[in-house]
Nanobody
């Protein structure tokens, strides 16, 4: 079972990046998929998540209106489109899969790290001012 995150890089403030997370080793089409990030010297935090249907999405307040999470179950891939990037978005970004969440979960549930069973390696996003 592997989650492979990619798409990180260096971008100027106001720019955009799209992160991808490709899953392999088992079907992920019935899993919630989440994105977390960890900035230097800080704890890892929830960024966004998407239900297995793709109908419902969840975002932490600081990225609402700027980031969009989506998925392509046929490709076993989840995406995080990041627009209007700010220096404070600089962090390692991690994708994760939650296999035990129900069909209708609330934000307080999907943002918890322990809900996620599989994790990818981080991809670094650096936003310069």
């Amino acid at each position: 079972v592997q989650l492979q995150a990619s798409g990180g890089g260096l971008v100027q403030a106001g720019g955009s990046l799209r992160l991808s997370c490709a899953a392999s080793g088992r079907p992920f089409s019935r899993d919630y998929m989440g994105w977390f990030r960890q900035a230097p010297g800080k704890e890892r935090e929830f960024v966004a998540a998407i239900t297995w249907t793709g109908v419902n999405t969840y975002y932490t307040d600081s990225v609402k209106g700027r980031f969009t999470v989506s998925r392509d179950n046929a490709k076993n891939t989840v995406y995080l489109q990041m627009n209007s990037l700010k220096p404070e978005d600089t962090a390692f970004y991690y994708c994760a899969a939650a296999t035990r969440l129900g069909l209708y979960e609330g934000f307080d549930s999907v943002r918890i790290e322990s809900q996620y069973d599989y994790w990818g390696q981080g991809t670094l996003v650096t936003v310069s001012s």
